[in-house]
């Protein structure tokens, strides 16, 4: 069975933490991508990697960076956690070339107070 | 141009009944449209996907109606049962090529009342 994994299911940070969410996926996947959900705006892609060490911007970047240091792991840096940066946050990977097949991972609930 | 416009926001009907949502793009370059299942407490799952060269495409209740002139898609669910209630998510994209962003709707909250 595929499997994408999130560090954590709930997270509580205060303004101004350096936050980081991590993803593992074990489908040996070239691409991974971050999202973000919010209600009435659906999913917003915030990065993407289709390779080691690799990163693109996807549609709303700011106040976010990502590592990929390995092809089974993609974090997601939140570096001065910000409230309007409380959401769901999503990662998903997929085969290359193949993106419209993606598989998400169970979310991270992230509050910042 | 990048946009993909998903309606009604959310959505309630009864047990057996035929929820429709659906989707309007502008880019005619998308040539592959997904649908995904959202479950409380889980991540997006890909459900159904269409390509523009058909009209129709059906697994099990669930079928997707393609208008390519009109750039619209819709979903629709035969005899809905309460385990359908999800959010569901139209998207559109680019099929092949090296890395494509999935481009979502934003999203219908359906709710299938026994």
């Known amino acids: 069975d595929v499997k994408v994994t999130q560090s954590s299911r709930y997270l509580v940070k205060r303004t101004g933490e350096k936050v980081f969410l991590e993803c593992v996926q074990d489908?040996?996947?070239?691409?991974m991508f971050w999202y973000r959900q919010d209600p009435g705006l659906g999913l917003r892609l915030i990065y993407f990697s289709y390779d080691v060490k690799m990163k693109e911007k996807g549609d709303i970047p700011e106040g976010y960076s990502v590592s990929r240091e390995k092809k089974e792991r993609f974090s997601l840096i939140l570096e001065s956690a910000s409230t309007n940066q409380t959401s769901m946050y999503l990662c998903?990977?997929?085969?290359?070339?193949?993106?419209?097949?993606?598989?998400f991972g169970p979310g991270t609930r992230l509050t910042v107070t | 141009q990048q946009q993909v416009k998903q309606s009604p926001q959310s959505l309630i009907v009864q047990k057996g009944g035929i929820p429709i949502i659906n989707c309007a793009y502008e880019?005619?370059?998308?040539?592959?449209f997904p649908w995904y299942q959202q479950f409380p407490g889980k991540g997006p799952a890909l459900l159904i996907a269409i390509r523009p060269d058909v009209s129709e495409k059906k697994e099990g209740r669930f079928t997707i109606s393609f208008n390519k002139s009109a750039k619209q898609f819709s979903l629709h669910i035969m005899d809905s049962q309460p385990g359908d209630s999800a959010t569901y998510f139209c998207?559109?994209?680019?099929?092949?090529?090296?890395?494509?962003?999935?481009?979502f709707g934003t999203g219908t909250l359906l709710a299938v009342q026994p």
């Open positions: 880019n005619t370059a998308f040539d592959y």
């Open positions: 998207a559109a994209t680019l099929y092949g090529g090296a890395t494509n962003k999935l481009i």
């Open positions: 998903a990977s997929s085969f290359l070339g193949q993106d419209y097949e993606q598989y």
């Open positions: 489908m040996d996947h070239e691409n």
